[in-house]
């Protein structure tokens, strides 16, 4: 079935380093690619979507390519922020008729400032 | 700006207490859908629906029922609570699946003692 495996939690970083969240998924179909963000007390919120193979998204200075070759759909930035303290979920669409959301585990980010 | 809202916010029961949890979206969204989320899991999709009257199963139905009643209102409900239910509930709206960017509540935190 489908799968999204992304780094584990926590990550904790210092204001001004750069940022990378693994993600990798297993699916039979072509799905689309999302990173959502969930900020303290609130729900999740999309940051960007990739809906074709060898496109990037990005956001806010985030930015992901989706990699058909090796299934990989990692997260980056280059310089984080303390207001980018979060949750990341790696996501994609399921391949069965339903097309709902599959998430991955999250990954927990704390920048210091 | 989409408007997803629920209610409560926090609900204690005791193990077989009935619980209804709320959510009403003023997005006019098809598609409504109930979560719930836990340390290591992400987010898992309890039900879902395409419109009032309709009623789709997700991945984590056990012990869960749901009612669409209107476009705008979503009911998820726990008729003998168990303490395996504790948890942090979303509901989310969107206008299809897919690719469809999908908005959250602010959730409802539940415990069953």
């Known amino acids: 079935g489908d799968s999204v495996t992304q780094t584990k939690g926590p990550v904790t970083l210092s204001e001004g380093t750069s940022l990378t969240v693994n993600c990798s998924y297993e699916?039979?179909?072509?799905?689309?690619l999302f990173w959502y963000v969930q900020y303290p007390g609130e729900g999740p919120q999309l940051l960007f979507k990739?809906?074709?193979?060898?496109e990037k998204g990005s956001n806010r200075g985030f930015e992901a390519t989706y990699d058909k070759g090796t299934t990989s759909f990692h997260l980056q930035k280059a310089s984080v922020q303390e207001s980018d303290s979060a949750v990341y979920y790696c996501?994609?669409?399921?391949?069965?008729?339903?097309?709902?959301?599959?998430f991955g585990s999250g990954t927990q980010l704390t920048v210091m400032p | 700006e989409a408007a997803v809202t629920q209610s409560p916010r926090n609900k204690v029961t005791v193990t077989g207490g009935n619980v209804t949890l709320s959510c009403r979206q003023t997005?006019?969204?098809?598609?409504m859908y109930w979560y719930r989320q836990d340390t290591g899991h992400g987010l898992r999709l309890i039900h879902y629906?395409?419109?009032?009257?309709?009623?789709q199963i997700g991945d984590v139905p056990d012990g869960y029922k749901a009612t669409r009643t209107t476009q705008e209102d979503f009911f998820l409900l726990l008729e003998l609570a168990s303490p395996s239910q504790t948890s942090l509930y979303f509901c989310?709206?969107?206008?299809?699946?897919?690719?469809?960017?999908?908005?959250f509540g602010p959730g409802t935190r539940l415990t069953v003692l």
């Open positions: 629906s395409y419109g009032a009257g309709n009623l």
């Open positions: 997005n006019s969204h098809n598609y």
């Open positions: 699916t039979k179909q072509y799905p689309t």
């Open positions: 989310a709206s969107s206008g299809g699946t897919g690719y469809y960017e999908q908005y």
């Open positions: 990739v809906p074709k193979a060898n």
């Open positions: 996501v994609l669409d399921a391949s069965s008729g339903s097309w709902q959301l599959i």
